[in-house]
């Protein structure tokens, strides 16, 4: 007689990385989300250094509790400093990052933006709406795109009963 074991997949609660400078555009997106049933952790930085120290483990952010491992990074293109072009660079070409689904959420339609983001590895790339309506359901159908209902490779564990 042949025993199998099932591998079951079992969601991790994933928390949400924000990459805004517009403190605008960030209340907006929170007003968004608390309407969601699920609200996942937020963690917001206001440009592409701060993100990627969050993403590294560096600078205020060395206590891997308090700042954990993003299940998304959310990422405004235009910021001070470090761009969210560099930031895409830097996360997608680093092994342990590389599989961060990363949406580009950002005002800019210039072509250029949208090839050069998808060439360097975004996930998505995503135009931010004016009205705030519309702004609202893009965020809340991101999250729950992202993640509600994909399955990605660390966001599960694997059980044998």
Known sequence: MTK???SLLTKVPQSLLVVEDSDVDFETLMRALHRSSDLPD???VE???EALDFLLHQGDYTDVASYPRPGLILLDLNLPGTDGREVIAQVKQN???KLIPLVVFTTSSSPKDVEFCYQHGA???VLKPIQTQSFSQSVRDIIAYWLGRVVLPHQTQILTP
């Open 47 to 49: 440009d592409g250094d």
């Open 95 to 97: 092994p342990s990052l």
């Open 4 to 6: 199998y074991t099932h």
């Open 42 to 44: 937020i963690h917001r």
């Open 123 to 125: 996930n998505s790339y």
